[in-house]
Every structure is written in structure tokens, then in C-alpha cells.
């Protein structure tokens, strides 16, 4: 649980001009926080801004910008089968981005992953405003073993803006993560809107 408060005030004396910024935010972790297990993770932010100015009209704006609030079930050592569902970054394929959905993500007993996700894109603005942009993808990703040392992924995303046919994305990733020498990360977007 982190809090943070931050406030900036600046004041011109020559025209009585005066600029205040306040942001106040909080990232919050809990697990098993209903008694059922599972893991809650919520990120958000206020943040105010007051602008006066002699002579010219006032400006003053208050926004609440959630950039996490989710819940997850499994996807760990215990459980193979991972769901989250509320405001998130996708986990299967992180390219795919923020969404406001539901998530599943499945581990074979090889280590392979393989998942879909369904829900809204939120804007990628200041407001992040949510219910345009529905989406749903699907992916796969295979390892070598155990060790992940190796692994290749390739997912695709289809999004519809106000109910019309707007994108297809195709990602298709691989790295190699071995414990002496180089590292090698590789990921390649096929961006198509209509």
C-alpha cells in the first residue's frame, strides 16, 4: 500500500496569476481478501488543477483517473488456470494492453501458455474512459522447458469501435532468457485498422 501526495502551488507577482496542482494517489495489494482466496490490485490517482488569472476567465478541473482495479483467481504454482476480471493489464500478452474485461489464461503441464480475453479498451488519454472499444483476443506461447529459457508467443486482437469492424492486431514474440550471455527479445506487430 503506497499514498502519495503531492501538491504544487506557483504565483506570479507582477499580475496576480496563481497556478495550483494537487495529486494524490494509492496502489493497493491484497490478497485473499474476501476469505475466498484470489488477489485484488487497485492503482489509482486524483488529481486537481485551479488556474487564476487577472483579466480572463478561471480554469479549475478535478479528475479520478483508476488505472488498475481487478481481481485474480489461480494462474500460479497451485492452480494452472488464471482468470482476472475488472480494469487490468492483460497478462497472457501484455502488447494487447489495458482492459476493462475478463481474462483467462491457462498453463499446460509443459509450461506452453495459451488464453482469451474479452471487454473495453479504455482511451489512452488522460481520462482513460472506457465502452467504445470492445475487444477479444486469444494467444499461445510455447516454451522449451521448465526453465523458460526459450519461448515463443504469437496472439491476435480484434477490436470493434462503436460496434464496427475497426482492427485486427497480430503479435508474434520470442526471446531467449538464458543464465550466462546475451539476451535476446523479439517482437513483431501487424497493425491493420479498416
Avoid at 500478452?93 to 482492459?99: I, R, T
Avoid at 471487454?119 to 475487444?135: A, C, I, M, N, R
Avoid at 526453465?147 to 482492427?167: I, N
Wanted: charged content about 30%; hydrophobic content about 35%.
Amino acid at each position: 500500500d503506497l499514498t502519495l501526495f503531492k501538491t504544487i502551488e506557483s504565483q506570479s507577482s507582477e499580475d496576480d496569476r496563481r497556478d495550483v496542482f494537487t495529486r494524490a494517489g494509492t496502489s493497493l495489494f491484497a490478497e485473499n481478501p474476501f476469505g475466498h482466496g484470489g488477489r485484488l490490485h487497485l492503482d489509482g490517482e486524483w488529481n486537481a488543477r485551479s488556474v487564476d488569472v487577472p483579466d480572463l476567465d478561471d480554469e479549475s478541473d478535478v479528475e479520478l483517473r483508476v488505472e488498475r482495479f481487478s481481481h485474480a483467481w489461480g494462474g500460479d504454482r497451485l492452480d494452472a488456470v488464471g482468470w482476472e476480471a475488472g480494469r487490468f493489464q492483460q497478462t497472457g500478452m501484455s502488447e494487447f494492453g489495458v482492459l476493462d474485461g475478463v481474462e483467462r489464461v491457462v498453463r499446460t503441464r509443459a509450461g506452453h501458455r495459451f488464453g482469451a480475453s474479452l471487454g473495453f479498451l479504455p482511451e489512452p488519454d488522460e481520462e482513460y474512459q472506457t465502452g467504445q472499444d470492445l475487444q477479444l483476443a486469444g494467444f499461445y506461447e510455447w516454451v522449451l522447458d521448465e526453465s523458460e529459457q526459450l519461448s515463443a508467443a504469437a496472439g491476435y486482437q480484434k477490436s470493434f469501435h462503436d460496434g464496427a469492424t475497426d482492427r485486427d492486431l497480430v503479435v508474434a514474440r520470442f526471446q531467449r532468457l538464458p543464465n550466462e550471455g546475451w539476451t535476446v527479445f523479439c517482437t513483431t506487430w501487424i497493425d491493420v485498422y479498416t
